[in-house]
């Protein structure tokens, strides 16, 4: 009986060891990021760019077409924790360009596809 009940502290003792041991690992692993978005396009030909920041860095929103040529450029100032901005892309002509938000080193990048509006056509009947 002694043996058994010895047997299974031992046990319960090891079983918490790893187990608090690997909780540990988690949480040298896990990255802390600079940053988070929410990017997404609206009907009415806008994107809207949500940024909130999780550090006391400067924060770059820009706007390029495919040649590198910068459209639009904001700095975030390092005491903003939120950023809110709707860029109107409805006069950029048709192609593709990159919206990216950088900070602290780390990088987002989001491909913006803009397309011209096919007519729709109405068929009606009388």
Aim: charged share 30%.
């Amino acid at each position: 009986m002694k043996t058994s009940a010895k047997n299974f502290i031992y046990a319960l003792a090891l079983t918490t060891v790893l187990a608090f041991s690997a909780s540990a690992e988690d949480k040298k692993t896990k990255k802390v990021t600079a940053f988070g978005t929410g990017i997404y396009a609206t009907k009415t030909g806008k994107i809207n760019v949500n940024v909130n920041k999780y550090n006391e860095k400067l924060t770059v929103i820009q706007l390029q077409d495919k040649r590198g040529n910068i459209l639009y450029q904001e700095v975030v100032n390092k005491n903003e924790t939120k950023f809110r901005r709707s860029l109107d892309v409805n006069e950029l002509p048709t192609g593709e360009y990159t919206l990216q938000i950088m900070s602290d080193g780390e990088k987002q990048i989001k491909k913006v596809e803009v397309n011209e509006k096919h007519p729709e056509r109405v068929i009606s009947m009388n």
